[in-house]
């Protein structure tokens, strides 16, 4: 959600001028859903080919890696906290939304991801 450039805010934390600077924040809702190998939190598996990574998701979502590696020319697990895939809505239940329409296109053999991210925030705000 930071709009600023973080680079811009870090040289101005060091410079000790932070408090001559503005952060500017998207105000739209963030919802973020980790995808996860098969048998994390336990032993998993490394190596497996991730698809899905070239999709069209919009300019509200972003994947970010974690536990990823290349291999050739192929995006591949490395990690039990393989992916979080992120998006921005005007309320919770639409970046939730949308953050799983965009992990539904992400597949690796026996990957996962909760399917209850949000649903408490959404009970309290958005009904």
């Keep these: 959600r930071l709009q600023t450039d973080i680079v811009d805010l870090i040289e101005a934390a060091l410079a ?12 739209r ?3 973020g859903v980790v995808m996860a190998a098969g048998g994390y939190p336990g032993s998993y598996r490394k190596g497996d080919v991730i698809s899905g990574l070239d999709s069209a998701f919009g300019e509200a979502v972003k994947v970010f890696h974690a536990g990823t590696s290349h291999q050739g020319s192929n995006v591949v697990t490395a990690g039990g906290r ?23 296109q992400i597949h690796w053999r026996d990957c996962f991801y909760r399917r209850d ?4 925030a959404i009970e309290k705000v958005d009904c």
Aim: glycine share 10%; hydrophobic share 50%.
């Design 29 to 31: 809702a963030a919802v």
């Design 16 to 27: 000790g001028r932070l408090d001559k600077v503005t952060a500017e924040w998207d105000t």
């Design 117 to 120: 991210i949000g649903h408490r």
């Design 82 to 104: 393989v992916l979080c895939v992120t998006a921005l809505g005007d309320d919770i239940a639409a970046a939730r939304n949308r953050s799983y329409a965009a992990a539904g």
